[in-house]
Antibody
Framework: EVQLVESGGGLVEPGGSLRLSCAASGFTFSDFTMIWIRQTPGAGLAWVSSITSGGDYVDYAQSLKGRFTVSRDNARNAVYLQMNRLRGEDTGVYYC??????????????WGPGILVSVSS | EIVLTQSPGTLSLSPGERAALSCRASQAVSTAYFAWYQQKPGQAPRLLISGASNRAPNIPDRFGVSGSGTDFTLAIDGLEPEDFAVYYCQQSGDSPPTFGQGTRVEIK
């Protein structure tokens, strides 16, 4: 059974940083692109970032480039999202999702339960 | 980026009725890269249908899709109590992938 579980969220002050993790199981992790999606009160569901199976190619939502960094550790079956210089509008639930075998993006049949990130002073 | 506009914002229906949810794209989208999700409170979105009419596992056949180009429709024939939720469309054929703002199907 495919399982994705996010961790690392919480309350952080504006300008602060958080590192989200997503632990994967139930499939050959190194075969699939992994995707981060967030759901915020202001923008609804929005794609954040994708990283290909080997980590060779990454992509980010234009508005997040320079602040967010995605990475993965195929030996640990985990994908990460480093979020810096956080703003109030980054508040929301962050999901990791399994992407395609090839390419950066597709629909996502498997999602984690999500983790809440709150940016507030 | 491709903007997806869903209508109506809220659909108030009774169990057993048919629901028709619309998603309009600002540019043509390949059907192969179009999908619909269902989300219930406190849960992650769940993939319902992708592509021309590929239902995800365990999705009943009362869920169906139609449309192409810029206009897509999700139909639910005979609403069951568990179908009252928020539904999102998504395109992943053009970068960045984008979602609609959602249609809430509520009990009338």
């Amino acid at each position: 059974e495919v399982q994705l579980v996010e961790s690392g969220g919480g309350l952080v002050e504006p300008g602060g940083s958080l590192r989200l993790s997503c632990a994967a199981s139930g499939f050959t992790f190194s075969d699939f692109t992994m995707i981060w999606i967030r759901q915020t009160p202001g923008a609804g569901l929005a794609w954040v970032s994708s990283i290909t199976s080997g980590g060779d190619y990454v992509d980010y939502a234009q508005s997040l480039k320079g602040r967010f960094t995605v990475s993965r550790d195929n030996a640990r079956n985990a994908v990460y999202l480093q979020m810096n210089r956080l703003r109030g509008e980054d508040t929301g639930v962050y999901y990791c999702a399994r992407g395609p075998r090839f390419g950066l993006n597709s629909f996502s049949p498997y999602w984690g339960p999500g983790i809440l990130v709150s940016v507030s002073s | 980026e491709i903007v997806l506009t869903q209508s109506p914002g809220t659909l108030s229906l009774s169990p057993g009725e048919r629901a028709a949810l619309s998603c309009r794209a600002s540019q043509a989208v390949s059907t192969a890269y179009f999908a619909w999700y269902q989300q219930k409170p406190g849960q992650a979105p769940r993939l319902l249908i992708s592509g021309a009419s590929n239902r995800a596992p365990n999705i009943p056949d009362r869920f169906g899709v139609s449309g192409s180009g810029t206009d897509f429709t999700l139909a639910i024939d005979g609403l069951e109590p568990e179908d009252f939720a928020v539904y999102y469309c998504q395109q992943s054929g053009d970068s960045p992938p984008t979602f609609g703002q959602g249609t809430r199907v509520e009990i009338k």
